[in-house]
């Protein structure tokens, strides 16, 4: 199966800051990759995701570049708010099983004013 | 559109009891999921369906069993419950990829 690696597990940045998250995956077919933020105590939630064929996807600001190459994909938040304080997800579908996502294991940010 | 519903919101166990988690979306999406995340950590496939009548193990299926009678709905069953299965646990309907998960189920076993 898919095996999803997510860094840093924790990252605190200063209000106004960037930060970045990374995950690596081992299918080399994985053609979708979505970012999910999880607030305290909420479900998770899509914020943002790239296919395989383009390389780099941004939506105000946050961005998710993917280097299929290396099979890494980052999540870049600029000018941090303290709601940007959550855990973040990283996924990816194996390519032989259908609509199955392995998640990885979070990363806490904490957005310090 | 409610999206996913999952009941109860919490629910505590005495070992060896069995219960079972709700899960229903109004959204006519196909594909299904269970998931369960154990504190400070990712979540983990318990069981997938890609339709009504159709159902899968994912990463952690023990102890667990599904049925997908109906579109909408997708029921989590434990039997046995074990301290192991202290979790909160997450039902999640997609569509074109994108997953919707439920508010989640926070479930103690003492």
């Known amino acids: 199966g898919e095996n999803v690696e997510q860094h840093p597990s924790t990252l605190s940045v200063q209000e106004g800051d960037s930060a970045v998250i990374k995950c690596t995956y081992s299918d080399s077919a994985s053609n979708y990759f979505p970012w999910y933020k999880q607030e305290l105590g909420k479900r998770p939630q899509l914020i943002i995701d790239?296919?395989?064929?383009?390389g780099e996807k941004k939506d105000q600001r946050i961005a998710v570049t993917l280097n299929k190459t290396a099979k890494h994909f980052s999540l870049h938040i600029t000018e941090t708010q303290p709601e940007d304080s959550a855990v973040y997800f990283c996924?990816?579908?194996?390519?032989?099983?259908?609509?199955?996502?392995?998640f990885g294991t979070g990363t806490s940010l904490t957005v310090i004013p | 559109n409610a999206g996913v519903t999952q009941t109860p919101k919490f629910r505590i166990l005495k070992i060896g009891q069995s219960m079972t988690l709700q899960c229903t979306q109004d959204m006519n999406h196909n594909y299904m999921y269970w998931y369960r995340q154990d504190p400070g950590m990712g979540l983990k496939l318990i069981y997938y369906?890609?339709?009504?009548?159709?159902?899968d193990k994912g990463e952690v299926p023990n102890g667990y069993n599904v049925s997908r009678s109906t579109t909408e709905d997708f029921p989590l069953r434990l039997e046995l419950a074990a301290p192991s299965q202290t979790s909160v646990y997450f039902c999640?309907?997609?569509?074109?990829?994108?997953?919707?998960f439920g508010a989640g189920t926070r479930l103690s076993v003492l």
């Open positions: 790239i296919r395989s064929n383009v």
């Open positions: 996924a990816a579908p194996p390519s032989n099983t259908g609509n199955q996502f392995y």
């Open positions: 999640a309907s997609s569509y074109e990829d994108i997953q919707y």
């Open positions: 369906s890609v339709g009504a009548g159709i159902t």
